[in-house]
């Protein structure tokens, strides 16, 4: 496998990848089989994007797919707790199941606000699925039913996940090389 030059090592390949997440599209089958309307994947703008693609196509059944954007990091790489939604839902959720897919849980301050302002609109049940956790990072409780991997508390890139926009096109995941910061 070819590695970007400004990647120092992978954590995670495009292998490990996928076959997490055929495991995690089967628990999603079979735990909403039941539900009177499809899941909706509510997928969060730009990190999950590639996460939900192939999210969706693991889940052998009918699923639908909604987005949010909002603003977290900016290009820099600490959480700032402030969150603004820069595009709303086109659904209207009440009385349906969601899931949302997030890239990476952090600090959590993201998901917790996220959490609480779809749960105002009354959805029927409401879940959260990240592909990626960081060990002992998280700030406040997130509640989140299906983790792909822990992942220790570097900063990563690749399958969607960037630093100031690059390296979201990536199929591995990786850590960058302290050099790339400094420029
Ligand atoms: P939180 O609010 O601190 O949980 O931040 C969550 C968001 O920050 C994620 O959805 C990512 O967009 C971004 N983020 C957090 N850690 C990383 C990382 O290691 N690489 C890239 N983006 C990250
Ligand atoms: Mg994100």
Request: aromatic share 8%; glycine share 8%.
């Amino acid at each position: 496998m070819d590695i970007h030059a400004d990647i120092d090592h992978v954590i995670l390949t495009e292998e490990q990848i996928a076959g997490r997440i055929r495991e995690i599209g089967a628990a999603l089958k079979r735990d909403y089989a039941d539900a009177p309307r499809p899941v909706l994947l509510v997928a969060v703008l730009r990190g999950a994007a590639l996460f939900v693609a192939d999210l969706a196509r693991a889940i052998d059944g009918r699923v639908e797919l909604d987005f949010m954007a909002v603003s977290s990091y900016g290009s820099t790489t600490k959480s700032s707790g402030v969150v603004r939604i820069l595009k709303d839902l086109d659904e209207d959720i009440e009385g349906r199941d969601v899931v949302v897919v997030e890239d990476i849980l952090d600090t959590g301050l993201t998901l917790k606000y996220l959490l609480r302002n779809l749960a105002s609109r009354k959805p029927r049940s409401l879940e959260v699925v990240t592909l990626l956790s960081k060990e002992g990072k998280q700030e406040v409780p997130i509640e989140c039913k299906y983790i792909g991997f822990s992942v220790p508390d570097e900063f990563v890139v690749g399958y969607g996940l960037d630093y100031a926009e690059r390296y979201r096109n990536l199929p591995y995941i990786g850590v960058l090389k302290p050099a790339v910061y400094a420029d």
